[in-house]
């Protein structure tokens, strides 16, 4: 009868095999899954991250430019365009630069662009952020 068990377990296991290489696949796969998320995920972060920061730091060149230029002037419009300036500053200081997994960071990003808009209409300049961008590199010397 001792014959016959180990027979069967002979055969068990390869019958079973067939589903242990399947679960042992599915384990193998599941893990460099993971990996390859993970590394496509970090990438990708990390463009968005940059192209967010680069437009972010535009808005806030931009209004710290025009601050300083809008100071001296003692026109009413001036002191108009001045104040909606340090608001676009104020929204952009307070952007949550630190956080990574903000919840409201595309709301807040909304506002920025939306303040900016604003003040472009206020002084009249194109509102194209990768205009600006783009104008830069096709200069030669």
Not at 18 to 38: A, C, L, N, S
Not at 46 to 62: I, P, Q
Request: one cysteine or more; charged letters at 30%; hydrophobic letters at 35%.
């Amino acid at each position: 009868m001792a014959f016959v068990s180990d027979g069967d377990d002979l055969f068990d296991s390869i019958i079973m095999a067939d589903d242990r290489f399947r679960d042992e696949g599915y384990q193998e796969g599941f893990e460099e899954g993971t990996r390859q998320g993970t590394f496509e995920g970090r990438n990708h972060g990390l463009l968005h991250g940059a192209k967010l920061g680069a437009e972010v730091s535009f808005y806030y060149g931009f209004a710290l430019a025009w601050k300083c230029l809008l100071q001296n002037s003692s026109d009413v419009k001036a002191r108009k365009r001045l104040k909606a300036m340090e608001s676009l500053i104020g929204v952009i200081q307070n952007f949550p630069y630190e956080d990574p997994q903000y919840e409201k960071l595309q709301e807040d990003m909304e506002r920025v662009r939306a303040k900016f808009r604003q003040v472009c209409s206020l002084l009249n300049v194109a509102t194209d952020f990768k205009e600006y961008v783009r104008g830069s590199t096709g200069m030669s010397f």
